[in-house]
C-alpha cells in the first residue's frame, strides 16, 4: 500500500468521508469484479459494492493496522457474498 493511501485510510479513520470515497473508488473495478464473480449478475454486484461502501462507513474506526485496509474491504465484500449465496440457495 502507498504511503499516499495509508494518508488516506488515517484520514477516514479520523472521519474524513471523503478520504474514504476515494479508497473506495480506487478499490471500485477490483470490488465489482470479484462480486460479479461470486454473485453472477451485475444488479446484484453492484448492490454488494453499495452494501460494502456501507459497512467500510460504518466500521472504519475498527480497521486495527492502516496497512490492511484493503484486505479488511475485500473481506467485506466477500462476507456479504457468501451470506447472499447462502439465502438464494435457501429460496429454492
Partial sequence: MSELDLTMVKKAKKGD???LYQLILSHKE???RMAISYLKNEDD???AI???T???Y???KKLRKNEY???WL???LLNYCHDEVKKKKRAL
Wanted: charged content about 30%.
Fill in 17 to 19: 468521508e471523503d478520504a
Fill in 30 to 32: 477490483q470490488l465489482y
Fill in 45 to 47: 454486484a453492484v448492490e
Fill in 50 to 52: 453499495q452494501e460494502t
Fill in 54 to 56: 456501507y459497512r467500510a
Fill in 58 to 60: 460504518k466500521g472504519i
Fill in 69 to 71: 485496509f484493503t484486505t
Fill in 74 to 76: 475485500i473481506r467485506i
